[in-house]
Structure formats: structure tokens, C-alpha cells
Nanobody, 126 residues
Framework: QVQLVESGGGLVQSGGSLRLSCAAS????????MGWFRQAPGKEREFAAAISRSGSTTHYAESVKGRFTISRDNAKNTVYLQMNSLEPGDTAVYYC???????????????????WGQGTQVTVSS
């Protein structure tokens, strides 16, 4: 079992920045791939970013590439999502998720992740 708790969401103006954190407890954090997803009202949950167990490899959705950065600190059992140049279209509930095994083909699929946090709201005003 892995328990995940997100924090850092809030209200920000367009062009602003936020840093989300996801603290993990339970099984060995470094044994899990980590991902960030988001879900806007009335829309399906969509992939934003993922990071390998060591943090050496990252992957981003095209919609956030160049603006968002995923990172992790295995000593602190925490994964981060730095979000810059935020746009109103980034407004959503953001979720972190953990998976024991992922490939490039599967890391964007919510069903591949076995553990989820409760989500944190990010609202970007225009």
C-alpha cells in the first residue's frame, strides 16, 4: 500500500506559477513510478507528467511541455510538479499517482496506476 497526499494547489492569475507536492507513505517510495494527472469539470482525467523511479527520466503531455517540470526527492518520499506560465486551461483538480511498472506506452493511462491521492484544486484566472 502507498498513501499519497497532494498539496500546493490554489488560485493564481494567468502567467503565474504554482508548485504542487505529493507526499507518499507506506511502501518504498523509490520503487514506484510517479505521475501527475488532472481533471477539469466535465472532462476525463488526463495525463500531465510522469517520472521514473530514480528521477532520471521524465515524460510530459504536449499541453504542458516546456511549462511544467516533474521532479522527485526519494529521501523525502515526495514528488513535485512545478507549474509555470499557467493558463486558464490548466484549471483542474490535480492528482498524483503511483505505479509499480510503466512503459512509455502505458505511462499516460490512468488505469496503469494503482495508487492515487485525493487531489488538489488549481484555478487559473484570466
Amino acid at each position: 500500500q502507498v498513501q499519497l497526499v497532494e498539496s500546493g494547489g490554489g488560485l493564481v492569475q494567468s502567467g503565474g506559477s504554482l508548485r504542487l507536492s505529493c507526499a507518499a507513505s507506506g511502501r518504498t517510495f523509490s520503487g514506484y513510478y510517479m505521475g501527475w494527472f488532472r481533471q477539469a469539470p466535465g472532462k476525463e482525467r488526463e495525463f500531465a507528467a510522469a517520472i521514473s523511479r530514480s528521477g532520471s527520466t521524465t515524460h510530459y503531455a504536449e499541453s504542458v511541455k516546456g511549462r511544467f517540470t516533474i521532479s522527485r526527492d526519494n529521501a523525502k518520499n515526495t514528488v513535485y510538479l512545478q507549474m509555470n506560465s499557467l493558463e486558464p486551461g490548466d484549471t483542474a483538480v490535480y492528482y498524483c499517482a503511483a505505479a509499480r511498472a510503466l512503459t512509455t506506452a502505458t505511462m499516460t493511462k490512468p488505469g496503469e496506476y494503482g495508487y492515487w491521492g485525493q487531489g488538489t484544486q488549481v484555478t487559473v484566472s484570466s
